[in-house]
T-cell receptor, first 112, second 115 residues
Framework: SQQGEEDPQALSIQEGENATMNCSYK?????LQWYRQNSGRGLVHLIL?????REKHSGRLRVTLDTSKKSSSLLITASRAADTASYFC????????????FGTGTQLKVEL | DAGITQSPRHKVTETGTPVTLRCHQT?????MYWYRQDPGHGLRLIHY???????DKGEVSDGYSVSRSKTEDFLLTLESATSSQTSVYFC??????????????FGPGTRLTVL
């Protein structure tokens, strides 16, 4: 069963705008990660946030984690056409070893 | 995709035939994984390996088997392919630093069609 559910399923914005994607999960976790997938390609790791962290930044990416609500958000600031991709959250459930459980993804389209 | 290759990249086969997909890594990572990706389901773990000859089942392992005789190679076999196994298959690797910080690196995928 899916651990994570992303919202929205699809998002279309103009270049320069910010994009926010949300992820909810069901069980306690060791960490939560975000991955990007360009069309026809494999997934690329973007950022990892540990369960004891609340916010993390990497370049134009900002991730928040609220373990009390079992939710996370990914913010991409000043989006570019090259950010067009699918974005997946993935969790490492507590006691799940190194195994990732993926959500169903958000398709982001950034238009010029 | 650096350091991870999958072969073949595309395959069309018929129901009932065996199929083997290969994942090869040059990173000397301990952990290797096989996922399938289907619309509306995201990625689902099929099997994974935590060392040579050490493998375990994932969420959707029925109808699949794996083998790892060398650190660099992880094979996924569909014993008797069915149309429900039409999917895109991804291999991933990780160095197994631990469940708090471990991240995975993905191959380019294999698109399998079972007619």
């Amino acid at each position: 069963s899916q651990q994570g559910e992303e919202d929205p399923q699809a998002l279309s914005i103009q270049e320069g705008e910010n994009a926010t994607m949300n992820c909810s999960y069901k069980t306690s976790i060791n960490n939560l990660q975000w991955y990007r997938q360009n069309s026809g390609r494999g997934l690329v790791h973007l950022i990892l946030i540990r369960s004891n962290e609340r916010e993390k930044h990497s370049g134009r990416l900002r991730v928040t984690l609220d373990t009390s609500k079992k939710s996370s958000s990914l913010l991409i600031t000043a989006s570019r056409a090259a950010d067009t991709a699918s974005y997946f959250c993935a969790t490492v459930p507590t006691g799940g070893g190194n195994k990732l459980t993926f959500g169903t993804g958000t398709q982001l389209k950034v238009e010029l | 995709d650096a350091g991870i290759t999958q072969s073949p990249r595309h395959k069309v086969t018929e129901t009932g035939t065996p199929v083997t997909l290969r994942c090869h890594q040059t990173e000397n990572h301990r952990y290797m994984y096989w996922y399938r990706q289907d619309p509306g389901h995201g990625l689902r773990l099929i099997h994974y390996s935590y060392g040579v000859k050490d493998t375990d089942k994932g969420e959707v392992s029925d109808g699949y088997s794996v083998s790892r005789s060398k650190t660099e190679d992880f094979l996924l076999t569909l014993e008797s392919a069915t149309s429900s196994q039409t999917s895109v298959y991804f291999c991933a690797i990780s160095d197994g630093r631990g469940p708090v910080t471990d991240t995975q690196y993905f191959g380019p995928g294999t698109r399998l069609t079972v007619l």
